[in-house]
T-cell receptor, first 114, second 114 residues
């Protein structure tokens, strides 16, 4: 069973601060996805990382996939109140060539205070 | 809007009743997934279809749960004899089915069993 540990579980910061969210596992993933979810809504995809060591930037968000494809981080620069939400990492581990399900972490609930 | 849609968005039912949820995936996507999310947790995989074939079912999916995708397009998830523990957000996702597996989620159906 693949497990994804996210930390921190809760994060409350002031507007303009930087933050990093971590996603760790003992399993290797063929890809890892980051989602943002608002209350009562489904997760919205932010990015997919596939290659070990890969870094992707999305405006003020920087995503990194670990060299061994077991961990990932999300860094937000100069956080804004609009960044508030639940950030979920999800790994895809293929076994037997037909398993495409995602394993999710519990999420990091981010609150950015104005 | 050509994203994943789910109906109904909310469902309140009494214990012992049957409920059915519908998911319409993105039209060209051949893979469809169902997940369940409870408060404070990330989504958990329930089952997945490639076209009309149900290829995997989680152990979370008891005998009271059944899912279908009769024509390889929309899918239904039925829960028979609902229990209070079935209360959760039921999420549907779809993907195109390429080497880089990216799943796009619908808004979810929130079920409350009284």
């Amino acid at each position: 069973t693949q497990l994804l540990e996210q930390s921190p579980q809760f994060l409350s910061i002031q507007e303009g601060e930087n933050l990093t969210v971590y996603c760790n596992s003992s399993s290797v993933f063929s890809s890892l996805q980051w989602y943002r979810q608002e209350p009562g809504e489904g997760p919205v995809l932010l990015v997919t990382v596939v290659t070990g060591g890969e870094v992707k930037k999305l405006k003020r968000l920087t995503f990194q996939f670990g060299d061994a494809r077991k961990d990932s981080s999300l860094h937000i620069t100069a956080a804004q109140p609009g960044d508030t939400g639940l950030y979920l990492c999800a790994g895809e581990a293929r076994s037997g060539g037909s398993n495409y399900k995602l394993t999710f972490g519990k999420g990091t609930l981010l609150t950015v205070n104005p | 809007d050509t994203g994943v849609s789910q109906n109904p968005r909310h469902k309140i039912t009494k214990r012992g009743q049957n409920v059915t949820f519908r998911c319409d995936p993105i039209s060209e996507h051949n893979r469809l997934y169902w997940y369940r999310q409870t408060l404070g947790q990330g989504p958990e995989f329930l089952t997945y279809f490639q076209n009309e074939a149900q290829l995997e079912k989680s152990r979370l999916l008891s005998d009271r749960f059944s899912a279908e995708r009769p024509k390889g397009s929309f899918s239904t998830l039925e829960i028979q004899r609902t229990e209070q523990g079935d209360s959760a957000m039921y999420l549907c996702a779809s993907s195109f089915g390429t080497a880089q597996e990216t799943q796009y989620f619908g808004p979810g159906t929130r079920l409350l069993v009284l």
